[in-house]
């Protein structure tokens, strides 16, 4: 059950929340303690005009103010622990047309032992428990997201950017209310617009046990791959939902075991943890895994760089005994120049420190060279490096005299679309294929790997995407 936060601060202010909520949401919850002036009448005709759910809450409101605002009849009230745990009983027992929420916050941190907190509240028979607690990490999210998931009649909130995922799995996991902004979200909290919430993650159509995919990375905020997969979910009228996480490779081990007990059926992983995921894998191939797909419990690895790659560069020639000029020597170098390789082509490395190119380069049987001194010919020119991402995105890896303007020029980073290497590369006049062309293709592969559905995500004029 979607709820809209009605924040105010005036009457006026919260009857317009009210109409832009109408639509998306279940109901709408008065933040009573957070408006400059309030009249109970004007709230009682608001509230009996309202034709859907109402929650009533007032952070640091007196028992004898709580039964004033009762007298409101809400469908729901929601209480303190801390505040009215010695007062609660009586008000469930004078009021039982109003189903009592008894909330438990803390702004700091996440509890390390969820289960006493829950018991502990759990003494006085309430409607529903609801837990909001600080996450400082992706791991912080997910316990409290376990949590919920193998309990009834819970509320779990993870506040801040990184328990964002709370917000969106509400439906999936069982929670008994979510919430979400009316256009005046807090990111300290990490609210979601309501709209956001219902066109982008499709909340309105999750339903417990749905499909998870998610985006593991760090950072993990330029990526478009939540609008692009959920739009993909949505046109083939498949079920679930497909989220980004900050996850830090210290937390990989943590993470697999929380995720292990949701319906999770895959993955996109990218930098730095190409190489590091491989550690919590039951299956996978040799080199850096950007795609993780689940199957009946086994967590299966593989890439989709390379093959996309390889596509959008035979879209244009051949790769056999072309030379491939790959920049970087990290995960996706890697697959890049292996899937090249497969194909023919003549693979030269360049690199920053040349032990992580050689590393690659007796791999493929390839040269090695410094940024500095690159090869004087090459055919395609591949920058797999990260320089160029925002909030560097006046930066190369290479001089503007070292692209060629004979070569194909095939940018790796998505974001932003024209990087100066891309810029650079189309003022010479160069064939270029930007980041977003690829991460589009390797985007589609690995939808397909999931779900068995080959999406068609490619643009008909490719050029809009360099503009």
């Known amino acids: 059950m979607l709820i809209?936060?009605?924040?105010?601060?005036?009457?006026?202010?919260?009857?317009?929340?009210?109409?832009?909520?109408?639509?998306?949401?279940?109901?709408?919850?008065?933040?009573?303690?957070?408006?400059?002036?309030?009249?109970?009448?004007?709230?009682?005709a608001a509230v009996e005009q309202w034709p859907k759910w109402t929650v009533f809450t007032?952070?640091?409101?007196?028992?004898?103010?709580?039964?004033?605002?009762?007298?409101?009849?809400?469908?729901?009230?929601?209480?303190?622990?801390?505040?009215?745990?010695?007062?609660?009983?009586?008000?469930?027992?004078?009021?039982?047309?109003?189903?009592?929420?008894?909330?438990w916050h803390d702004f700091d941190k996440t509890p390390d032992d969820l289960e006493f907190l829950f018991n502990k509240m759990q003494r006085i028979p309430a409607y529903a428990y609801k837990i909001a607690a600080k996450a400082h990490s992706v791991v912080d999210a997910f316990r409290m997201l376990v949590f919920v998931h193998t309990h009834e009649r819970v509320i779990g909130i993870s506040m801040g950017e990184e328990g964002q995922a709370s917000r969106i799995l509400g439906p999936i996991v069982g929670n008994v209310l979510d919430y979400a902004s009316l256009g005046n979200a807090d990111p300290a909290l990490g609210q979601i617009e309501v709209m956001e919430l219902c066109t982008v993650y499709r909340y309105r159509k999750l339903r417990r046990g749905d499909p998870i995919y998610a985006l593991l990375g760090d950072p993990v905020c330029y990526s478009i791959s939540h609008t692009t997969h959920n739009r993909c979910l949505e046109d083939f009228e498949l079920p679930g939902v497909?989220?980004?996480?900050?996850?830090?490779?210290?937390?990989?081990?943590?993470?697999?075991?929380l995720a292990s007990t949701l319906p999770f059926r895959g993955f996109s992983v990218t930098m730095p943890l190409k190489n590091a995921i491989r550690g919590i894998l039951d299956v996978m191939p040799k080199g850096p895994i950007n795609t993780i797909s689940i199957e009946k419990g086994i967590w299966i690895g593989s890439n989709t760089d390379g093959r996309a790659v390889v596509a959008l560069l035979e879209e244009h020639f051949l790769?056999?005994?072309?030379?491939?000029?790959?920049?970087?020597?990290?995960?996706?170098?890697?697959?890049?120049?292996?899937?090249?390789?497969?194909?023919?082509?003549?693979?030269?490395?360049?690199?920053?420190?040349?032990?992580?190119?050689?590393?690659?380069?007796?791999?493929?049987?390839?040269?090695?060279?410094?940024?500095?001194?690159?090869?004087?010919?090459?055919?395609?020119?591949?920058?797999?490096?990260?320089?160029?991402?925002?909030?560097?995105?006046?930066?190369?890896?290479?001089?503007?005299?070292?692209?060629?303007?004979?070569?194909?020029?095939?940018?790796?980073?998505?974001?932003?679309?024209?990087?100066?290497?891309?810029?650079?590369?189309?003022?010479?006049?160069?064939?270029?294929?930007?980041?977003?062309?690829?991460?589009?293709?390797?985007?589609?592969?690995?939808?397909?790997?999931?779900?068995?559905?080959?999406?068609?995500?490619?643009?008909?004029?490719?050029?809009?995407?360099?503009?």
């Open 4 to 44: 809209g936060v009605l924040t105010g601060p005036t009457i006026k202010e919260a009857l317009e929340q009210m109409q832009k909520a109408l639509p998306w949401v279940d109901g709408v919850e008065w933040r009573l303690d957070l408006f400059s002036s309030l009249e109970m009448e004007e709230v009682g």
């Open 58 to 103: 007032f952070r640091g409101a007196s028992k004898k103010t709580t039964e004033q605002w009762l007298t409101l009849q809400p469908d729901f009230f929601d209480i303190d622990f801390r505040e009215g745990s010695h007062w609660v009983k009586e008000i469930i027992e004078a009021f039982s047309n109003t189903k009592i929420i008894l909330s």
């Open 242 to 257: 497909y989220l980004k996480l900050r996850l830090r490779e210290k937390e990989l081990q943590t993470f697999r075991l």
């Open 319 to 467: 790769l056999q005994d072309k030379k491939c000029l790959i920049l970087g020597a990290g995960g996706a170098a890697y697959a890049i120049a292996m899937a090249c390789r497969m194909r023919g082509a003549k693979i030269a490395i360049a690199n920053r420190t040349k032990e992580s190119a050689e590393n690659i380069a007796r791999e493929v049987d390839g040269e090695v060279f410094s940024l500095e001194e690159l090869p004087k010919e090459y055919d395609v020119l591949i920058q797999a490096t990260n320089v160029g991402m925002s909030p560097e995105e006046e930066k190369m890896p290479v001089s503007k005299e070292a692209i060629l303007s004979s070569s194909l020029v095939l940018e790796v980073i998505s974001s932003p679309i024209k990087t100066r290497v891309v810029a650079t590369a189309l003022d010479k006049g160069c064939l270029v294929i930007s980041g977003r062309e690829l991460f589009l293709a390797q985007a589609a592969a690995q939808f397909h790997i999931w779900t068995g559905r080959l999406p068609d995500l490619m643009p008909q004029d490719r050029s809009a995407l360099l503009v």
